[in-house]
């Protein structure tokens, strides 16, 4: 999946890697903008969700955000680019806000 990945969302600027994590499992994600996309769909009963974990690093510290969308999908992939591309838009529209407590 790797491959696909890194074919079909690397533009310029962007990048695909699979880094591990400190939980030990390995993931792939893309670089977007100053951001890193984690494509986190899930298998439940009515499709694949849109879920994705965006991280950047902000003066030293290490932000995430993790968003789950209504959108569903009837495949994986499908759904992996669907969370990029939701991913892709709120960094567009919201960039570092992204990262602000709610109240």
């Known amino acids: 999946m790797l491959k696909f990945l890194k074919s079909k969302f690397r533009r310029s600027g962007e990048t695909s890697t699979t880094e591990t994590r400190s ?3 390995t993931g792939d994600f893309i670089e977007y903008e100053g951001y890193r996309i984690q494509p986190t769909p899930k298998h439940a009963k009515n499709g694949w969700t849109t879920e994705a974990v965006i991280t950047r690093e902000i003066e030293g510290e290490l932000k995430t955000h993790h968003f789950i969308r ?6 994986q992939l499908g759904a992996i680019e669907l969370s990029v591309t939701k991913s892709k838009a709120t960094i567009d529209q919201v960039g570092d806000r992204i990262f602000s407590k709610r109240p």
């Open 23 to 25: 939980d030990g499992k």
């Open 70 to 75: 209504a959108d569903t999908t009837s495949d």
